[in-house]
């Protein structure tokens, strides 16, 4: 075994010649034999004497897997040993592995191994289309995702290859898999062929060509798709109802938003039909500025519209998140409402900035005279200075504070908490300081649900220096 293993050939032949050496026994651990040791490291003079001897099974699997030695001399690359063992009229070049049900041929053409590839595809016996039988992957499919561009073109020279096969698991077919991972060659092969279907969705999803290629910016293939003539650029997945353009601006890819949007039968404010999210909502959430940029310059794109689950427009999800581009190149609009507020939670962008403490967000909003800093969400009553008192954001209730207007005693409407409260029962002594400045705060305010002052809302707590 160990002698097969290493391919000292000597050795080997040298334990042959003993009556009592089994050239077939296997390692109790794997269950591996020595041919198959031999086969998986390449040792193609070990091969040769052992498939000299009639009595070695060369189809002998491995207990632990399944594994022939052909199938692993076909996952390494192993050309000469694969040779030989083809040489042999026992040997089956279909027989898959117990475990995952994968062929010699899938093995190899998912690692590339065209040598090997070529030698099993010259055989009328070998199937190019068994998939196998844990995703139901098929040679090309495997090939197509891996970007191995000869040997898919191999496997698409076999008249009874089926290039529309798709696999079980989330059902993407040879030609969803390469737009998916960006490979354009083998895209470009594949879309040659007239019995390629390439508006076929994906089961997970519902998921086109258009929209793998678009959501992970492969701005080459995406270009070659939307050439075609019976591609869809509109059309949205099964599962979110999201378009290819939602998908590139989400995440960013603002060459693929850029050729998106030069088309004339684009819609740019096409919501998806779970959130409602339209592509500047995405683009905005995530602080896409360019993709922002490119998105505004459509008349028919229209930057109040607010999603259907939380009723946030784009520039409540820029505040949201500290974008300030983003909040800057929105409130460049003539046309934009900054006060909007959200229908879930009735938060407009002021409030959402505060709350998360983005100071930067918080001073542009403030600079707008559109802009009320006391208005309050619907589901507590809370003002912008309240939800930083709360949090601890001391930037940003300096900033509000310095306001003549905002009114530093406001309590919620749900438990009549004042911004003093909040920060006395967290213990923010920076906050507590910049509200106690303000000579019109009322330090002994009670709240509605305890009946408590902000004094023993911090005794109770534990917060000794306040």
Request: glycine content about 8%; charged content about 25%; aromatic content about 4%.
């Amino acid at each position: 075994m160990r002698a097969a293993e290493n391919g000292h050939e000597g050795v080997v032949k040298m334990l042959l010649e003993r009556e009592d050496v089994n050239p077939n026994q296997a390692d109790t651990k794997y269950g591996q034999t020595p041919l198959l040791r031999a086969a998986g490291n390449g040792n193609d003079g070990v091969v040769k004497i052992l498939l000299e001897r009639e009595d070695v099974d060369l189809n002998q699997t491995a207990t632990n897997s399944g594994w022939t030695p052909f199938l692993w001399a076909s996952e390494k690359g192993h050309e000469a040993v694969a040779k030989m063992l083809l040489e042999r009229e026992d040997l089956n070049p279909n027989q898959a592995d117990t475990k995952y049900g994968q062929t010699p041929l899938l093995r190899a053409a998912e690692n590339g191994h065209e040598g090997v590839v070529k030698m099993l595809l010259e055989r009328d016996d070998v199937n190019p289309n068994q998939a196998d039988t844990e995703s139901g992957w098929t040679p090309l499919s495997r090939a197509s995702e891996k970007g191995h561009e000869a040997v898919a073109k191999m496997l698409l020279e076999r008249e009874d290859l089926n290039l529309n096969q798709a696999d079980t698991k989330y059902g993407l077919t040879p030609l969803s898999w390469a737009a998916k991972n960006g490979h354009k060659e083998v895209v470009k092969m594949l879309l040659e062929r007239e019995d390629v279907n390439p508006n076929k969705t994906d089961t997970e999803y519902g998921a086109m060509l258009l929209l793998w290629a678009a959501k992970n910016g492969h701005e080459e293939v995406a270009e070659m798709l939307l050439q075609r003539k019976d591609i869809n650029p509109n059309q949205a997945d099964n599962k979110y109802g999201i378009t290819p353009l939602s998908w590139a601006a989400k995440n960013g890819h603002k060459g693929v938003v850029k050729m998106l949007l030069e088309r004339e039968d684009i819609n740019p404010d096409q919501a998806d039909t779970k959130y409602g999210r339209t592509p500047l909502s995405r683009a905005a959430e995530k602080g896409h500025s360019e993709v922002i940029n490119i998105l505004l310059k459509r008349e028919e794109v229209n930057p109040n519209q607010p999603d259907t689950k939380y009723g946030q427009t784009p520039l409540s999800w820029a505040a949201k998140n500290g974008h300030k581009g983003v909040v800057k190149r929105l409130l460049e609009r003539q046309d934009i409402n900054p006060d909007q507020a959200d229908t879930k939670y009735g938060q407009m962008p002021l409030s959402r900035a505060a709350e998360n403490g983005h100071e930067g967000v918080v001073k542009m909003l403030l600079e707008r005279e559109d802009v009320n800093p006391n208005q309050t969400d619907t589901e507590y009553g809370a003002t912008p200075l309240s939800w930083a008192a709360k949090n601890g954001h001391e930037g940003v209730a300096k900033m509000l504070l310095q306001r003549v207007d905002v009114n530093p005693n406001q309590a919620e409407s749900k438990y009549g908490r004042t911004p003093l409260s909040r920060a006395s029962g967290k213990g923010d002594e920076g906050v507590v300081k910049i509200l106690l400045q303000r000579g019109d705060v009322n330090p002994n305010q009670v709240d509605t649900e305890s009946g408590w002052t902000p004094l023993l809302w911090a005794a109770e707590n534990g917060h000794s220096g306040l």
